[in-house]
């Protein structure tokens, strides 16, 4: 039995702990430790079994017993605290972004180089049922070679503009996972971005210095091309699709919806909408990622998603805030240094 601590009680940490507690039978949650660790936060905790509740993240770091760390705070202390808890000798899954500074991410691999240990990055959508049948059937050729990569992620709700003031931005925090997902679906590393953008869902985000609505164009190495689009608002629920066209055909993936019912009569033919809330839509992947992490300590076996798999969005994510900046395709080896 793998004892592992969370770092960060907040929404995703939440997630980890209840999709560990329920969904992975050979980890343990035996800490979790939060700056505003509070009354209702100690009881949701001891309802789960974990029994070890701190305000202090080193009570988790110096717990021998603690073989993992899940590193699920605020996002500019990822990478402070994956070092420290690399240095501690544990292994570390970390929520993405790693960081949105490239040295601090480049420091990170550095540590996990050095020590060894265990280093996942938390793009769960990986490990979602829809995205991994596309990429199944991309690696066993069913497509052929692959030459456009289509992904659409809109939002059911803008977020408000003091996240967007500290979150990075929508290249940063929401369109990160779309980057790691063309890359995941394609096979290949990005090489140039275009990015074009504008504000058509809230004036408070463009006020605080972002957009909300966006289209990226990619250009892969293997010589296939992308297209991501972003809004965040779809008026509908979650909108989250991706296809792959290639030289012998094409696969795609619509909406999970809560049921397949479709209604027909004379009025028209309804359907139900997409599942309106990411934890509705992706619990699923919450859960599987964390069995792959800990399958990968007890067998000692490579991490699906490692720390470069961190590094790169976060090059794509910065490459289109370039290229939306300056008004031009922007190659990703302008930022590679």
């Known amino acids: 039995m793998i004892k592992l601590g969370i770092i960060g009680a907040g929404r995703i940490g939440k997630v980890h702990a209840e999709s560990i507690t329920k969904y992975v039978p050979n980890a343990e949650v035996k800490a979790i430790a939060d700056p505003f660790m509070n009354e209702a936060t100690k009881e949701w905790a001891k309802g789960l079994g974990i029994q070890n509740t701190y305000n202090d993240y080193n009570e988790v770091l110096n717990d021998p017993e603690i073989a993992a760390v899940l590193v699920c705070s605020s996002t500019n202390t990822h990478s402070q605290i994956s070092i420290e808890a690399l240095k501690a000798g544990k292994h570390v899954f970390c929520e993405k972004p790693i960081d949105h500074n490239l040295d601090r991410i480049k420091a990170v691999l550095a540590e996990v180089e050095r020590t060894g240990l265990k280093f996942q990055v938390g793009f769960n959508r990986r490990f979602d049922h829809n995205f991994k049948a596309i990429k199944d059937a991309v690696v066993a050729g069913k497509i052929g070679d692959p030459h456009i990569i289509r992904v659409t992620s809109r ?57 909300d609505t966006a289209i990226i164009t990619l250009k892969f190495a293997n010589g296939a091309l992308g297209v991501i689009d972003n809004s965040r608002r779809a008026a509908y629920g979650y909108d989250q699709r991706a296809e792959v066209f290639g030289s012998k055909g094409a696969v795609a993936t619509g909406n999970d919806s809560p049921s397949t019912a479709v209604i027909s009569t004379e009025n028209g033919i309804v359907s139900e909408k997409p599942l309106y809330f990411f934890l509705e839509r992706y619990m699923q992947s919450f859960s599987q990622e964390m069995k792959e992490f800990v399958d990968a300590i007890v067998n000692d076996t490579e991490v699906p998603v490692n720390a470069m798999d961190g590094l790169k969005p976060v090059l794509i994510g910065l490459a289109a805030k370039k290229s939306l900046q300056e008004g031009r395709p922007v190659k990703i080896s302008e930022l590679e240094v």
């Open 155 to 211: 939002d059911p709700e803008a977020p408000p503009a003091e996240y967007v003031k500290v979150s990075g931005g929508i290249f940063l925090d929401m369109t990160i996972h779309d980057f790691d997902m063309v890359r995941f679906l394609s096979g290949s590393e990005v090489e140039e971005v275009y990015a074009a953008g504008t504000v058509l869902v809230d004036p408070a985000i463009g006020e605080a210095g972002d957009i």
